[in-house]
């Protein structure tokens, strides 16, 4: 069964950043989305799903195994987050780094593209609004 893991908190200049230990599926992308929410207060924020892979299990594209699985738009219909206090929470997926990666150390290379597509998508002085959830097998690492 996988877990989730707060990799990085929230914070007034800073972005959440959420993964999982072992394999998921979309259902439990679905369930962490409803989780961060819920820890979330106030109107305005944006949970950043990113769909894809580090390139470090074996066949893993995506949430799940295939690339037809992965979460993707028309699953945010699955959820419907609010914030502690009720206000809406806002589902942004993002097609990440969904080929396996080559290069001597491929895991590195997804992390730096990983920190570059988050600064890319995080608006000047947005940080505190935006959490990500790296929807994609032991994106927290392995136990």
């Not at 066949?59 to 979460?71: C, I, P, W």
């Not at 206000?87 to 990983?114: C, S, Y």
Request: hydrophobic share 40%; proline share 6%.
């Amino acid at each position: 069964m996988p877990s989730l893991e707060n990799i990085a908190s929230q914070g007034p200049n800073k972005v959440g950043i959420w993964g999982f230990h072992g394999s998921i599926t979309v259902q439990h992308v679905a369930a962490a989305v409803k989780q961060i929410a819920g820890q979330l207060n106030g109107a305005g924020h944006s949970i950043h799903i990113m769909s894809g892979t580090h390139g470090y299990c074996a066949g893993k594209v995506g949430a799940v195994a295939t690339r037809d699985e992965r979460f993707a738009q028309e699953d945010r219909r699955l959820v419907s987050p609010h914030t502690a206090d009720n206000h809406p929470v806002t589902l942004v997926v993002h097609d990440f780094n969904n080929q396996v990666p080559t290069g001597p150390d491929p895991v590195t290379a997804v992390m730096a593209k990983l920190n570059q597509d988050i600064r890319a998508l995080v608006p000047s002085g947005g940080a505190a609004c935006n959490t990500f959830l790296l929807a994609y097998c032991c994106s927290a690492g392995t136990r």
